[in-house]
C-alpha cells in the first residue's frame, strides 16, 4: 500500500502543464503622452508672457512669471507620487487622511478584499488531498437469503481521503482564477483609494473657491455701498438726479444676493465634503488659500505615459483578463478524464475493547477514472462561454487603457491652458481694479458720470469671480492629472 501511495505521489507531480491558454497575458503598451514644443509659442503666448513681465515689474510680489517656470518632478513609473504634496496644503493632506481612515465606501472596499482572499484560499484547497476523519456505533440486522437474519455491532473510526489527481491543470487554473479575482480587488480597492483622494481635495478645492467668492462678494458688496453712500450725499446736495441713486442701489443688490447664494452654497459644500471624511455635516477646517496653492504647484509639461501602467483601473482590467484566461482551462479540463483516488483507513470492532488493535485494521484503496462521453453540448458549451468571457476581459482591458490615455492627455492639456488663462485673468483683474479706481476719482470730483463708475464695478465682479474659478479649476486640473497617470496615497492599514 505505501509504494501505492508513492507511485501515485510521482504521476501527480509528472502531470503535465495545466491546459487552456496562457495567463500571462501580453498587455498593451500605450503611446507616449506628447510634450510641449517650447521652439514655437503661439502669438497669444507671446503676448500673455509680455503681460507677465510689465505687471511683475509693477508689483514684485505678483508671481506671476513662475507659472511659467519649469517644474520638474522625479516621477518614477516604479514608484508611487504623493500626489497631493504638490498643492502644499497640510490641513488638505489632514482631511484626506481622515477620510482614507473613516469613509465608509472605503471600508465596504476593503471588506471586499478579505472576502476574495478567503475565496482564493478556498480556490486552492481542490489541489490538496481532503482527508476526513469519521466514527460510528451501529446495531445492524441484515438477511443472507436461506441464512436468515444476522445481527452484529459494530464500531467503526476511520480517515477517509479523497484526492482528485490534476494531470490536465483544470484545478491550477481554478486557483489561479480565484488568485486573480483576489488581485483585481486589491487593485479596486486601491482605485476606490485614489478616487476618494480625488473627491476629497476637488471637494476642498470648491469650498476654497467659494470661500473666495464669498470674500469678493462682500468686498463688493461694500465697495458698492459707499459709493451708494456718495451718491445719496450727492443727490441730497442736488448734485446729480435720484436716477444715478436708483442706478447704485440696483448695483449694490448684486453682491447682496450673492453674499446669500455663496453662504448656501458653501455649507452645502462643507456637508457633502464631511460624508466624505466619514463624518457628520459640519463644519471644515480651511487651510492655504488658492492663490497660495497656484504658485506652489509644480506640473511638469511632459509625462512618461508608462506611468498609466500603474492605475489600480488598468491593472484591476488586466487582472480580470488573466483571470478569464484561467477560466478558459478550467472549462478545457471539464472535458477531460477525471482521476480519482479515494482510500479508507481504520479500525473496526464489535464493541470498544481491542478497537485500536492490530485485528481491527480496516482498509480501502482505490483509483477511478471518470471521462464525459456524453452531457448534451454543455461542456463545450461552457468551454465557449468562457472564450467569450476572455474576448470581453481583454477588449474592457484594452479599452480602459484608452480611457486611461485620454484622462491623462485631457488633464495635461488643462494645466497647460490653465497657466496661459491665469496669466491672461490675473492681469485683467489687476487692470479693472485700476481702472475702477481711477473711475471712483473721477466720479467723486465731478469729471465722468455714474455710469462709468457702474460698468468699471460690473466689470471687475465679474472677472475676479472668474480668476478664483480659473485657479480652482487649475488646481483641480493638477489634481486629475496625478489621479489619470495613477498618482497614489500612502494608505494607513486597515484591519
Known amino acids: 500500500m505505501r509504494n501505492f501511495l508513492w507511485r501515485t505521489l510521482a504521476v501527480a507531480a509528472l502531470a503535465g502543464c495545466a491546459v487552456g491558454p496562457s495567463t500571462n497575458v501580453q498587455v498593451a503598451t500605450p503611446a507616449p503622452l506628447p510634450g510641449v514644443d517650447t521652439s514655437a509659442q503661439p502669438a497669444a503666448r507671446r503676448f500673455i508672457d509680455s ?138 480597492q486601491r482605485a476606490t483609494v485614489v478616487s476618494l483622494v480625488s473627491d476629497v481635495a476637488t471637494a476642498y478645492l470648491e469650498l476654497r473657491e467659494l470661500d473666495e467668492d464669498l470674500r469678493i462678494s462682500e468686498e463688493t458688496l461694500a465697495s458698492r455701498q459707499t459709493t451708494l453712500a456718495l451718491a445719496q450725499k450727492r443727490f441730497r446736495q442736488g448734485i446729480i438726479s435720484e436716477l444715478d441713486v436708483r442706478q447704485f442701489e440696483a448695483q449694490a443688490a448684486d453682491p447682496a444676493a450673492r453674499v446669500a447664494d455663496f453662504m448656501k452654497q458653501r455649507r452645502q459644500k462643507e456637508n457633502a465634503l464631511r460624508v466624505l471624511l466619514g463624518q457628520e455635516p459640519g463644519p ?122 485620454q484622462e491623462a492627455s485631457d488633464a495635461l492639456a488643462a494645466t497647460r491652458a490653465g497657466r496661459y488663462q491665469l496669466v491672461a485673468q490675473e492681469t485683467q483683474v489687476r487692470a479693472l481694479r485700476r481702472a475702477l479706481s481711477l473711475a471712483q476719482e473721477r466720479y467723486g470730483s465731478g469729471v465722468s458720470s455714474y455710469l462709468e463708475v457702474l460698468d468699471s464695478q460690473r466689470t471687475l465682479f465679474v472677472a475676479e469671480l472668474a480668476l478664483v474659478q480659473t485657479q480652482r479649476e487649475y488646481l483641480a486640473s493638477t489634481v486629475q492629472l496625478y489621479k489619470a497617470l495613477g498618482g497614489s496615497w500612502a494608505e494607513p492599514e486597515m484591519k
Do not use: C, H
Open 51 to 188: 503681460l507677465a513681465v510689465a505687471r511683475t515689474a509693477e508689483q514684485k510680489d505678483s508671481g506671476i512669471a513662475t507659472l511659467w517656470n519649469a517644474a520638474p518632478l522625479a516621477l518614477d513609473s516604479a514608484g508611487d507620487v504623493a500626489w497631493l504634496s504638490i498643492l502644499k496644503d497640510t490641513t488638505l493632506v489632514g482631511l484626506v487622511n481622515t477620510a482614507v481612515a473613516n469613509n465608509r465606501e472605503l471600508k465596504i472596499a476593503v471588506g471586499r478584499v478579505a472576502e476574495f482572499r478567503a475565496l482564493s484560499g478556498v480556490g486552492k484547497a481542490d489541489l490538496f488531498p481532503q482527508i476526513y476523519a469519521n466514527g460510528n456505533v451501529s446495531r445492524n440486522k441484515v438477511q443472507f437469503g436461506d441464512l436468515g437474519a444476522q445481527k452484529y455491532d459494530a464500531v467503526v473510526v476511520t480517515g477517509n481521503l479523497a484526492w482528485e489527481l490534476d494531470f490536465w491543470g483544470r484545478l491550477r487554473r481554478q486557483s489561479e482564477a480565484a488568485k486573480f479575482d483576489y488581485q483585481a480587488q486589491v487593485e479596486d
Open 284 to 405: 471644515v477646517e480651511r487651510g492655504q488659500s488658492l492663490e497660495y496653492s497656484v504658485q506652489a504647484v509644480m506640473v511638469p509639461d511632459s509625462l512618461p505615459s508608462t506611468l498609466l501602467m500603474r492605475r489600480p483601473d488598468v491593472l484591476r482590467a488586466q487582472r480580470e483578463w488573466s483571470a478569464a484566461q484561467a477560466r478558459i482551462g478550467v472549462a478545457v479540463g471539464n472535458r477531460l478524464p477525471r482521476v480519482m483516488l479515494t482510500g479508507q483507513y481504520g479500525s473496526q470492532r464489535p464493541d470498544f475493547s481491542g478497537l485500536f488493535s492490530k485485528t481491527s485494521e480496516i482498509y480501502t484503496l482505490q483509483g477511478g477514472i471518470t471521462v464525459p462521453l456524453f452531457t448534451g453540448g454543455r461542456l463545450v458549451n461552457e468551454q465557449r462561454a468562457a472564450e467569450a468571457q476572455a474576448e470581453q476581459a481583454r477588449n474592457s482591458y484594452e479599452q480602459t487603457v484608452l480611457a486611461a490615455l
